[in-house]
Structure formats: structure tokens, C-alpha cells
């Protein structure tokens, strides 16, 4: 009766070590959300943070979107008060849709380099490459769907409190 017992705490003990050492989500890894038929999100380390600001900016474009809808990439400055707690004081965010589908990138622009011109350009190349072996079916970018997600970032910021500055090329 002793050995079961005590079998039985050394068990549990087990149990909870094992529960409590489990491995939380590495976040040196680059973050990637799916929402199938919505959106596709690919966050630098660090930047689960953004995914709020990226679902709200999804709910702005309601669906079933045409896939006919093609936009150029359309890139913003943001600061978030989110991002400030985990050190972050501003990430560079690209938004594009191609045949319907909303497409996001972001990057944390590393305080040693000033040249803000080169993250957009490093972020635009990471946005073009991503979607380099995803044609678009409707041809070139519609300029009214580029403003229907200017307006959806821009209506998306002001309900979360967030300040962002769009990036003309």
C-alpha cells in the first residue's frame, strides 16, 4: 500500500515538473498567421504584438472578397503603445492584397541604423518575395482597393489608439 502511494506522488511530481518546464513559442522565430480565405500574416520576432492591429485591419475589408482584387503594397510606420511594453517603439507594416487575399509583413527596424528609407525598402523586397509564386489573376492593382486599405489601416489605428504614418514609394 506504501509503494503504491508513494509511486503515485512520485508520479505527480513528475507530471508537474514536466507541466510547468513545458517550452513557450520562441519568439526569435519569425511569427506566420494563416486565416484561409482572409489573410496571411508573416511577423518578425518579436511582433505577435501586431496581430491585433493586423485583425482589425482584416475586419475593416469585410468578404468574400472578389479575386479579381489586386492592390500595390501599401507600407506604414506604426506606433504601437503594445509595442512600447516589450521595447519596441515603432515596426514597419505592409499591407497588400493579391486575388483577394490580404498578404502582411512586418519588421522591427534596429535603432543602430537611422536610414528609415532602407527598412521600407528591405520590408517591400521581404513583401514582393513573399509573393513572388502568387500570381495575381486579375491583372495589374486596382488604385480603389489601395485606398479601401489605407482606409481600413487608418480606421483600424484610430479605434486601437495606435499611431501610423503611411510610406508613399
Known sequence: MIEITLAT?????????????TKRAVLENPLILNRTGQYH???????????????????????????????????????????V????????????????LLYFQAIVPRPLISDQDSYFNMLMESAHSALASI???????????????????NTAAGTLSIDIKQQVF
Open 9 to 21: 506522488i512520485i508520479i505527480t511530481i513528475i507530471v508537474v515538473l514536466t507541466l510547468r518546464n
Open 135 to 153: 500570381p495575381a489573376t486579375g491583372g495589374i492593382h486596382n488604385t480603389e482597393v489601395d485606398e479601401y486599405i489605407i482606409a481600413a489601416a
Open 41 to 83: 500574416a508573416t511577423l518578425a520576432p518579436k511582433l505577435n504584438i501586431a496581430q491585433t492591429f493586423i485583425e482589425a485591419i482584416a475586419k475593416q475589408l469585410p468578404g468574400p472578397r472578389d479575386e479579381s482584387q489586386n492592390s500595390s503594397t501599401q507600407c506604414f510606420e506604426v506606433r504601437d503603445p503594445e509595442a
Open 85 to 100: 511594453t516589450i521595447g519596441q517603439e515603432l515596426y514597419l507594416l505592409a499591407i497588400t492584397m493579391r486575388n483577394g
